[in-house]
C-alpha cells in the first residue's frame, strides 16, 4: 500500500531540545518521502522559526493556560481547513486541547506523544486522554510504554515505543583529526586523550558518580576528564567547584554543548552517561547523546537506568553499571580503555545497531507502518480509508 498522508504536529514546547528536534527531523524526513507536514507551535520558538524557515505550512498558538478555550477553537478550525489523516500532539498542555478539537473534527488518527518518562496520574482527565481521544500513545522508552499500558489497561497495539533517533552522516571527522581539535580548544597537550560525557550537568545525570571513578583511576591512566554541558552556567560553576575540592580539576574540562556534537564523540575514547532514577522513575528516555556516541563508533558506559539499558546490551553495544556504583564504573573504564578488541567488537555492534533501528529513516518507516494498519483497520470501519485521498 503506497499512500502519503497529512500530518499536524501540535507542542507547547518553547525551546530547541530533544522533543523539539524530534518533531523537526520526523517532519523533515515525512516531507522528503512524499508526505505533507503542518506544525502548530508557540510562535517565538526555534521549532517554530526553523519550520517555517524549511517551508512546512506553521500556525503560531501560544498553549498558555488561560488562552486555551481559544486554542480548541482554532484548532478546530485548522483541522477543518486542512483536513488531515494524522494528529500527533507532543505536550500535555497541547494534547487537552488538540486532541478534543481532533476527535470533534473527525481527524482519522490521533496520537500522544509522551516524550516524559515521569509516572502519569491516573486521573479522570488523563484516562480521557489516553483511552478515549487518542487512538494510539508513542513513548520514547520500553518502560514507559509498559507503564501507560498498565495503568491505563491498554492494549499492546494501543502503545508504541518509539525511540528519539538520529539523522545519519555521510561523513565524520576522523578520531585523530577530532581529538587534536579538541586539545586545541581546551588548551591541552596534544597528545591529551579523552573521557568525555554529554548532557546536562547534575545530579540526576550522575556527574558526581563520574568524578568519584575518574579520581579513582586518574593516577592510572592520563586521559582527561571532558564534561559537554546542556545546562545553566550555575551549575557548571558548582560542578567545577566539586571539582576542584575533589582534586580532579587540572584535568577536568566543561565545555558548551553545541549544535554539532558530532566531532566531540569522534575525539573521544570513551563516553559515560551516568544518568539515575528519580524517586523509582526514569531521569530520561533513550538518550540521543548516546546514540550519537554509537553512531560515531565511541565507545559507551552507561547506568542501568530505563532509556539506557534499552539500548547498552552488556558486553555485546556497550557495558552498564548500577547507578552510583562509582567503584564499578571506575572497573569499565579501565576495561574499556585497556581491552582494545574487546572494545572494538562492541563499538561496531552498537554502530550497527543505531543505523538499523535509531535513525530518523528507521523511526519514520516505524510510524508510516502504523499510520498504514490504522488505515487498514478504519478503512473496515469506512471511516479513515473512506476520507483518505493517496496523493501522487
Not at 550537568?201 to 559537554?228: D, E, K, P, Y
Not at 547506568?303 to 553499571?321: N, P, R, V, W
Amino acid at each position: 500500500m503506497k499512500s502519503h498522508y497529512k500530518i499536524v504536529h501540535t507542542t507547547c514546547g518553547d525551546g530547541w531540545d530533544v522533543l523539539e528536534k524530534r518533531i523537526f527531523n520526523e517532519s523533515v524526513w515525512m516531507d522528503k518521502n512524499g508526505h505533507q507536514v503542518v506544525i502548530t507551535a508557540p510562535e517565538d520558538t526555534p521549532l517554530f522559526q526553523k519550520a517555517k524557515k524549511y517551508g512546512f505550512r506553521v500556525y503560531a498558538m501560544s498553549f498558555t493556560p488561560m488562552g486555551l478555550i481559544n486554542n480548541y477553537r482554532e484548532l478546530i478550525r485548522i483541522f477543518q481547513n486542512e483536513q488531515p489523516h494524522v494528529l500527533n500532539a507532543h505536550g500535555h498542555t497541547d494534547a487537552k486541547v488538540a486532541l478534543a478539537a481532533a476527535q470533534k473534527t473527525h481527524v482519522p488518527c490521533r496520537i500522544l506523544s509522551c516524550h516524559d518518562t515521569a509516572h502519569v496520574r491516573n486521573s479522570w482527565y488523563n484516562r480521557r486522554m489516553y483511552k478515549k481521544l487518542s487512538h494510539y500513545i508513542f513513548t520514547t522508552t520500553d518502560y514507559a510504554a509498559q507503564h501507560l499500558q498498565a495503568l491505563f489497561h491498554l492494549k499492546s497495539t494501543q502503545v508504541f515505543s518509539i525511540p528519539n533517533s538520529i539523522p545519519e552522516h555521510e561523513t565524520l571527522v576522523p578520531p585523530e583529526t577530532a581529538r587534536k581539535n579538541l586539545t586545541l580548544e581546551l588548551g591541552c597537550d596534544p597528545a591529551t586523550r579523552f573521557i568525555g560525557s554529554v548532557g546536562q550537568i547534575s545530579r540526576n545525570n550522575g556527574v558526581t558518580t563520574i568524578f568519584q571513578a575518574f579520581r579513582q583511576i586518574q593516577s592510572r591512566i592520563s586521559h582527561h576528564l571532558l564534561l559537554v554541558d546542556s545546562g545553566p552556567d550555575n551549575d557548571r560553576t558548582r560542578y567545577k567547584d566539586m571539582a576542584q575540592k575533589m582534586g580532579i580539576s587540572s584535568r577536568t574540562h566543561f565545555i558548551g554543548l553545541t549544535e554539532d556534537t558530532w566531532p566531540g564523540y569522534r575525539g573521544m575514547d570513551c563516553m559515560v552517561l551516568a544518568s539515575e532514577d528519580i524517586g523509582g522513575m526514569p531521569n530520561k528516555g533513550v538518550s540521543r547523546a548516546l546514540l550519537e556516541a554509537m553512531y560515531c563508533s565511541c565507545p559507551v558506559i552507561g547506568s542501568k537506568t530505563a532509556g539506557i539499558s534499552d539500548i547498552i546490551q552488556h558486553g555485546i553495544t556497550g557495558l552498564l553499571f548500577d547507578a552510583k556504583d562509582a567503584a564499578f564504573l571506575s572497573e569499565l573504564v579501565l576495561d574499556t580503555l585497556n581491552r582494545e578488541a574487546a572494545t572494538l567488537e562492541r563499538v561496531h555492534a552498537a554502530r550497527e545497531l543505531v543505523r538499523r533501528f535509531y535513525t530518523i529513516d528507521a523511526m519514520g518507516r516505524n510510524i508510516i507502518r502504523i499510520y498504514r494498519l490504522h488505515q487498514v483497520k478504519c478503512s473496515r470501519q469506512q471511516g479513515f480509508g473512506q476520507d483518505f485521498q493517496p496523493r501522487e
